[in-house]
């Protein structure tokens, strides 16, 4: 795996970021925070994806960059997912890697959200509710309560989500998800990439099922 993200940052310039980086603290991080300067492994080593769905031995990855209140990364995540689970997932073929690029208002504490889940290896449950319905939390002023309600409902140890939540966990890796991104020329979700196994790593123009397939089958474009 290590190997395919030196591959896609071979001629990117890892620097600061574009986007304002808040000083880390000890209350519920609801923003990037400041990482300091970090060298091209440091980055990958620290940007650790949020979800892996498939088998990591497979030989295909589609990699996603997603924001959890991106209307087109719901449509990725319940409807595009799915296909690509029947189509190469399960038999082994591929596997999806997700990276957080919270662009969003209520994007960054989302992602934390569903890492904070992921320590009680309820990711990808959560992954689903919070995009089912991301309609209700989107607007809201605060969606800590919501975020809090959606681990209830999943029979969560809800001490153990709201204590991760109120603080800044995950905080720094959510971070470096976001600055890998932005070291890939990512600007929009969902943003994918696949590899086959060796070069050239393809990044896709579009997010539909046809536009994996056609990469996954050697018909996409570099």
Known sequence: MRNFYIIILAVAVIGGGVLFYAMRGGSAAVEPVDLGELEQQELIDMAQ??????????????????????????????????????????????????????????????????????????????????????EDWSPMKSVTGHFNDLAKELQLDTRAFGDCLASDSHADVVTANLRLGEALGVTGTPSLFVHRGGPPVIRLGGSGFLDIQQAIEGEGEN
């Open 49 to 134: 994806p949020a979800g892996v769905y498939g088998d990591p031995d497979a030989p295909i990855t589609i990699m996603e960059f997603a924001d959890y209140q991106c209307g087109a990364c719901k449509q990725f995540g319940l409807f595009i997912k799915p296909q690509l689970d029947a189509a190469y997932i399960r038999t082994g073929q591929a596997k999806l890697v997700v990276h957080d690029f919270p662009r969003f208002p209520h994007a960054f504490l989302a992602a934390r959200a569903v890492r904070c889940a992921g320590d009680q290896d309820r990711y990808w449950e959560y992954h689903d509710l919070i995009l089912h319905s991301q």
